[in-house]
Every structure is written in C-alpha cells, then in structure tokens.
C-alpha cells in the first residue's frame, strides 16, 4: 500500500511507521514555513491502516474541515490542513511502501515571513474570496491547488507542480482524483476544501502581544496515570508469567521422561517407578516440588539425553516467552500506537520530550526497563503531579491526547 499526501508545498510517499511533519529539521516531511510548528503533525502508516495525530502544534490540525484532538484515521481521498498546508491524502494498496519517505518540499512555497505563525496564518482570512470558495476566507493560492479553479485565481504553476505524484502504474495520478466524479457517474461535489477559518475563535486565547495562540496541553490527572500505569504493569507481568508456566511444563516433562517417581508429595529420581507427567507436574507445583524438581533436573538430564535434550530447548523457549510478553505489551504498542492498551484507553499517550514524537524501539525498551525498577519512586511523583523518574531518565513524558 503506498500512501501519498499531496498539497500546495509539495508531495510526499509515506513509509511503514511514523512519519513527523513540521519545520524542525529532524521532521521527516519538513516544510520550511514559519506558519508550521517544529513537530507539527504525526502520520502513522501500520498495515493498512493510516492514521495522524495534532502533536499540540500552536495552528492546530483540520481533517475535512473539522479540528482534531488525538489520533484520527485517514481515508482515501480525505483533506488534511496543518496551518497553512493543505495536503489531500492518496492510498493505492497495489503499490508497496517505501523504505524511508519519499519526495519534498516545491522551493518556490518557501516562506520567509518573520511574523508570528498564528498572525501570517489568520491573515489569509482577510483575503478577498475566490469565486466558487462558498463564503470561506482562504488564501487564493491554497483554494487554486485545491480546486480547478481558473481565471484570476488559476494555479501558480509553480506550486501545482507539487501536486503532480510521479506516475505509478495503475495508481492514482493526481491528488483531484480522490474527489473527482466518474464520467459515467456525473455528480456535483459537495467537498469543501477546509480552510484557516474553521479555527474556532475558542480554542485560543490572547497572548501578552495580543496574538491568539492555543493553550497548553492539560496535564494527564494522577489517577489516570496510576490506574495505566498499574494495570499495564500487571498485563506485562502477566505476560511474563506464561514464560514461567512454560518453564513448569518442561521441567515437569523432563522428569517424566527421565523416570522420575513421586516421594512425600515431591518429584525424585529414583523413587520408586515413573509416577508419569500429570503426578510429576501436580507435584513440581507443591510448596516444595518446584526446588526439589530443579534439584533433580541434572540428575534427569544425565539419565536421560531425551530429556536433556528437552530442558534445553525448553528453558530456551520458556525465557523467549518471558521476554517476548512485556515487549509485547509495552514496548511495540509505544512504539507503533503511543501507548500500551490502558494508557490509549485513558487518553495518554508516551512522546519523547525533545519533540513530542513517539519514541524509538530503544527509548522505548529503556523507558519500561526503568519503570519496572523504579515504580516505587513513580508512584509518589505522580501522585504529585511531576514526572517520573523513568521518564526522566528515559528522555520520555507521558502526555494527555484526549
């Protein structure tokens, strides 16, 4: 599936992932314009599915004309403004994803407007509207990439160069045809192309200069942490455990094969005839069996190469399950969704301080690591309200999204 957003600063083919777009010079899709915020805005492309997410940027993000709060899926087709780009969004699931992303910025859309980015971006409301533009005040240029308009509004050449994809077989060539009605199915479109002044006025507020600007982010409440937090911690704990209970099944199995008898409720070598596995397995589960079936497990492996042979390989994939549990949980849903199950049912999300873009595999790893350690210190600190420890450490915060 290759996924293409196209718009009046460029166009751009989105990998697997996560993909940052803003003007911060370590944003995958960077657009040089001081109207964008340094992380912007974050498309995350996972099978088939795309999706984008406001990363608190100071101009907000519009789908279809509508502000959104947190992640938000994305259809073919469908209208994306961050500020003061406009971006159509093209899927084709007969073309495969890219590696990294691909395609960049028009250099004829770079801006060097030294005003405010919420003031260069409001002023395109006071424009005079285009014909055809329904009562919307939007900037001329953006409403002439959106549209075919003509005339005195036609296309800069220079910007709907941006917009033309390179030609796929058997995929879409133009942005337009998303929207585009079927020749054999002629009807009038009742898209409109969302612009600047869908802002609602109370989502701002004024600033000491007097431009409006959007508040800051609430903070995620204590008891919403804590309960994500415990409960998150419980799956991955959980999830570990299956190791362990596979680590039971093998050393009981081994004894089995060895021989092993049962003697005063605990599995021995040598005691008497083979008790078989369910005795073996009962037994290795008492209060004492599990440390006198570990005992014997070298005693069984010498006896018996089958079940040496079967305490390796079993211990192997007993501690493969251990470890694959919390990553699972924890670590590969941070990475690919923001945050564990419980932590996205709260409304939070795990973003990495410098940027607010999800963390890497490592980060990830780590910031879990440490939170499995230090737990007691978070505890307190969030009951606080101030960051935990691991996240400190980890170069990670723990943000509301909703």
């Known amino acids: 599936m290759a996924v293409r957003i196209h718009g009046t600063f460029g166009s ?3 990998p ?6 803003g003007r911060g010079s370590t944003c995958d899709v960077r657009i040089d314009d001081p109207r964008l915020s340094r992380t912007h805005a974050r498309f995350t492309v996972s099978g088939h599915t795309l999706r984008v997410e406001e990363l ?6 519009l789908v279809d004309g509508h502000r959104i709060q947190g992640m938000v899926e994305l259809h073919h087709g469908q209208v994306v403004v961050c500020g003061p780009v406009v971006l159509m969004v093209s899927i084709d699931e007969t073309q495969p994803h890219p590696r990294a992303p691909q395609g960049g910025q028009d250099p004829a859309t770079r801006r060097t407007s030294g005003r405010g980015d919420t003031e260069a971006m409001l002023a395109a409301v006071s424009v005079p509207e285009p014909p055809g533009s329904g009562g919307r005040g939007i900037d001329p240029a953006i409403f002439a990439a959106v549209s075919s308009g003509s005339g005195e509004f036609g296309a800069d050449p220079a910007r709907a160069s941006a917009l033309q994809p390179a030609p796929m077989p058997d995929s879409i060539t133009s942005p337009l045809e998303a929207v585009r009605p079927q020749p054999h199915a002629p009807r009038p479109s009742t898209r409109r192309s969302p612009s600047t002044a869908s802002l609602e006025a109370a989502a701002f507020a004024p600033s000491a200069s007097g431009a409006l600007e959007m508040p800051t982010p609430t903070r995620p409440a204590a008891s919403d942490r804590l309960s994500a937090g415990l409960l998150d911690g419980a799956a991955a704990v959980g999830s570990a455990g299956i190791g362990l209970f ?6 009981a199995g081994a004894l089995a094969v060895a021989g092993a008898g049962v003697n005063d409720g605990v599995p021995r070598i040598g005691a008497g005839g083979p008790a078989g596995f369910p005795a073996i397995l009962g037994a290795v589960l ?6 006198a079936g570990l005992a014997a497990a070298p005693l069984a492996a010498s006896a018996s190469p089958a079940a040496g042979l079967l305490l390796v390989l079993g211990a192997a994939l007993a501690a493969m399950a251990t470890v694959a549990g919390p990553l699972l949980v924890l670590v590969v849903p941070t990475v690919l969704r923001g945050a564990p199950a419980m932590h996205r049912r709260c409304g939070l999300a795990v ?3 410098a940027d607010g873009a999800a963390p890497g595999y490592a980060q990830a790893l780590l910031r879990w690591l440490l939170a499995g350690l230090l737990w007691p210190l978070a505890i307190p600190m969030v009951l606080m309200q101030r960051r935990s420890p691991h996240d400190t450490l980890s170069g990670c915060t723990v943000r509301q999204i909703r």
């Open 16 to 21: 697997q992932g996560v993909s940052v777009l």
């Open 12 to 14: 751009w083919v989105l």
């Open 286 to 291: 008492n209060v004492h069996g599990l440390s």
């Open 56 to 61: 608190g940027s100071r101009n907000g993000v």
């Open 246 to 251: 596979i680590a039971v099944l093998v050393l």
């Open 351 to 353: 973003v990495r301080t």
